[in-house]
């Protein structure tokens, strides 16, 4: 354990702030993840911490004990700090007795792919487009994991995949549910290549929700609430499905959204 930090001022704590920060994340190549859970899930992941900032007389002794010699085991820099720098470190109001810097995952669609070739059942997945608050993406990310959803494309995102708000918002599934980034015109290259069936979410779509088929290899899409999806996904061989809209506002949360579509499918995938 190096010398307890206890300045605000030091380097090492300003830079972490930065993290906070897209302009910081950029310059640095890292991200920030606050949390012993989301911690301990980007460590099963593979996530390769930098640093590991511990408030120790917040933290259970097991728990410290057991991310310290996590965060060792990848090289990182296991940093005591006073209750003063935690505050300053942590996100928000937000202050659970440790912080990490870490190198950020970079999902591709050949990963993805992999691990959907390794399933032994048909894969569900998810596409979000255009999608621009982070703790969306972390909500949906959450309900995807709960749900078994197989994998999530983040399709022309308006956020960084690794924002301080979605992997809060996810609890952490940011580092358990297969990912990957790619435009509208290579999502659905891909989809079709997988051979699945596309189901879009729209205000004006010809069928209920619960009136399509999740069982075979099928990918659930949904846009942003503000734009929809684009007309990228108006094909003749995409089916537009609605849900149920009967009050004077015309679209839920996308996240709201996704927890239903994806529990009807576990429905009747569990069937």
């Known amino acids: ?10 380097p090492r704590v300003k830079q972490a702030v930065r993290l906070r920060d897209r302009s910081g994340r950029d310059d640095q190549g890292l991200i920030i ?10 460590l099963a992941a593979g996530v390769r911490l930098r640093e590991l900032f511990i408030q120790a007389d917040i933290l259970p002794p097991d728990v410290e004990q057991q991310l310290a010699h996590q965060a060792r085991a990848c090289d990182a820099d296991v940093l005591d700090v006073t209750s003063a720098v935690m505050e300053k470190i942590s996100f928000g109001d937000r202050k659970a007795g440790v912080v990490a810097t870490a190198e950020p995952p970079t999902p591709t669609m ?17 596409v979000l487009e255009a999608v621009e608050k982070p703790g969306n993406l972390g909500a949906v990310l959450r309900t995807a994991d709960a749900a078994g959803i197989n994998g999530l494309i983040v399709c022309d995102g308006r956020t960084d995949l690794y924002n301080p708000n979605a992997i809060r918002a996810s609890l952490g599934a940011i580092f358990t549910v297969p990912l990957a980034t790619a435009s509208a015109p290579e999502t659905i290259a891909f989809l079709q290549q997988q051979k699945m069936s596309i189901f879009t979410a729209r205000v004006d779509g010809a ?3 619960t009136a399509v088929d999740y069982r075979p290899a099928s990918a659930i ?51």
């Not at 354990?1 to 030091?10: A, F, G, Y």
């Open 221 to 271: 899409v949904l846009g942003s609430e503000m734009a929809g999806l684009t007309s990228a996904w108006q094909a003749t061989n995409m089916q537009a499905i609605r849900l149920p809209m009967l009050g004077q506002v015309d679209s839920l949360n996308v996240s709201v959204t996704a927890a239903i579509v994806c529990y009807e499918a576990l429905r009747q995938r569990s069937a």
């Open 33 to 42: 993840i606050d949390g012993p859970r989301e911690i301990e899930r980007a």
């Open 1 to 10: 354990m190096l010398p307890p930090i206890t300045s605000l001022q030091n």
């Open 207 to 209: 069928v209920n929700y």
């Open 110 to 126: 050949a990963d993805l792919q992999a691990k959907l070739a390794k399933l032994k059942k048909p894969p569900l997945i998810l």
